[in-house]
């Protein structure tokens, strides 16, 4: 059997990299580790959160794209991600996301796990920011088990 690692890195399809770059280092905190080398067909730029162990990888389409994706960017682009962010505190993260210009879909709604909200970045992309009570296990309908992660505001 093959034993499979943590997941190393999360990608995310945007228009303008580097408006997207900015979006994400000045109002969510995280911090630039690599780019794409010059002249690479595809643009990317890699992302960390501090205390995260995953890359965000922020790209554009490269021109070998599928036909569907070059004549659809919107199906790559401005969709769910399916990343989720955890936090300690629901409304703090809210509180602090929005008063940096964070634009939030769904404000911090409290179910019987824990409380969640959704926000995008510039290009429509969505994700999640979720909160469980501590030691409460966060179950899906896809999911075995999926434990909260402390930390002290969002980690990736």
């Known amino acids: 059997m093959i034993m499979m690692g943590q997941i190393v890195s999360l990608?995310?399809?945007?228009?303008?990299?580097?408006?997207?770059?900015?979006?994400?280092?000045?109002?969510?905190?995280?911090?630039?580790?690599?780019?794409?080398?010059p002249g690479s067909d595809?643009?990317?730029?890699?992302?960390?959160?501090?205390?995260?162990?995953?890359?965000?990888?922020?790209?554009?389409?490269?021109?070998?794209?599928g036909r569907a994706q070059r004549e659809r960017p919107q199906g790559k682009v401005g969709s769910f991600t399916g990343v989720v962010f955890s936090t300690d505190d629901i409304e703090e993260a809210y509180q602090d996301l929005s008063s940096r210009g964070v634009t939030f879909g769904q404000i911090p709604k409290r179910e019987g796990w824990g409380a969640w909200a959704q926000f995008e970045d510039p290009d429509g992309n969505t994700f999640l920011v979720v909160e469980s009570p501590t030691g409460v296990v966060i179950r899906g309908p896809h999911a075995q088990d999926r434990s909260k992660t402390s930390a002290a505001g969002l980690t990736s």
Do not use: C, K, M, N
């Open 11 to 37: 990608s995310v399809y945007v228009l303008d990299l580097e408006g997207a770059v900015r979006f994400y280092v000045e109002r969510l905190d995280f911090h630039r580790r690599s780019e794409s080398p």
């Open 42 to 65: 595809g643009r990317w730029v890699t992302l960390s959160h501090a205390g995260g162990q995953t890359e965000l990888v922020l790209t554009t389409l490269p021109s070998g794209a």
